[in-house]
Antibody
Framework: QVQLVQSGSELKKPGASVKVSCKASGYTFNSHAMNWVRQAPGQGLEWMGWINTYTGNPTYVQGFTGRFVFSLDTSVSTAYLQISSLKAEDTAVYYC???????????????WGQGTLVTVSS | QSVLTQPPSASGTPGQRVTISCSGS????????VNWYQRLPGTAPKLLIYSNNQRPSGVPDRFSGSKSGTSASLAISGLQSEDEADYYCAAWDDSLNGWVFGGGTKLTVL
């Protein structure tokens, strides 16, 4: 079945970097866009942007430019989210989510990864 | 503050019918389809309804979605204890050129 499995929780100090992985299985990886969604403590879901898994071209939402990088390793069907110069306000659960249907980035999200908690604290 | 507006909480007793509203604008719900996600405690969000009223395979027909103008609704009939979860609506926003979500509605089964 279609599945996204993310890497485990991370505890980082301010200023450090973190790389979250999202391994896909059960479908052709480069046929569906991959999205990243953040949920900070006590907050709602926030779409960070998406990456074209065929071309590798990322698109970032305002507020997630500069320190956030989406990347791929298509040889292992894995998408990555790297966050550099971490700040306390980056503490959140980060989800990857596949675009459903024919994989167009404006389709619904299905499925979602289980989420990765990134905690930034000194 | 979320772009789409949902009530923060809803409740019902087993067997009842509950509806959750989602209000947006002409650039979001008014011009695009709405999707609903269910997040059971301690789990990732799961697609519940897509394209306003379509159920993915495996989702019980107790769940239904509708849209009118700039608002959408999720209805759950025959409420069950396992329906206790957070529910989120989402739509593409043409003005923001991105996905927007509601703040989520916590459903309690009394």
């Amino acid at each position: 079945q279609v599945q996204l499995v993310q890497s485990g929780s991370e505890l980082k100090k301010p200023g450090a970097s973190v790389k979250v992985s999202c391994k896909a299985s059960g479908y052709t990886f480069n046929s569906h866009a991959m999205n990243w969604v953040r949920q900070a403590p006590g907050q709602g879901l926030e779409w960070m942007g998406w990456i074209n898994t065929y071309t590798g071209n990322p698109t970032y939402v305002q507020g997630f430019t500069g320190r956030f990088v989406f990347s791929l390793d298509t040889s292992v069907s894995t998408a990555y989210l790297q966050i550099s110069s971490l700040k306390a306000e980056d503490t959140a659960v980060y989800y990857c989510a596949r675009s459903g249907g024919n994989g167009y980035y404006r389709n619904w999200f299905d499925p979602w990864g289980q989420g990765t908690l990134v905690t930034v604290s000194s | 503050q979320s772009v789409l507006t949902q009530p923060p909480s809803a409740s019902g007793t087993p067997g009842q019918r509950v509806t959750i509203s989602c209000s947006g604008s002409s650039s979001s719900i008014g011009g695009n389809t709405v999707n609903w996600y269910q997040r059971l405690p301690g789990t990732a969000p799961k697609l519940l309804i897509y394209s306003n009223n379509q159920r993915p395979s495996g989702v019980p027909d107790r769940f239904s979605g509708s849209k009118s103008g700039t608002s959408a609704s999720l209805a759950i009939s025959g409420l069950q204890s396992e329906d206790e979860a957070d529910y989120y609506c989402a739509a593409w926003d043409d003005s923001l050129n991105g996905w927007v979500f509601g703040g989520g509605t916590k459903l309690t089964v009394l």
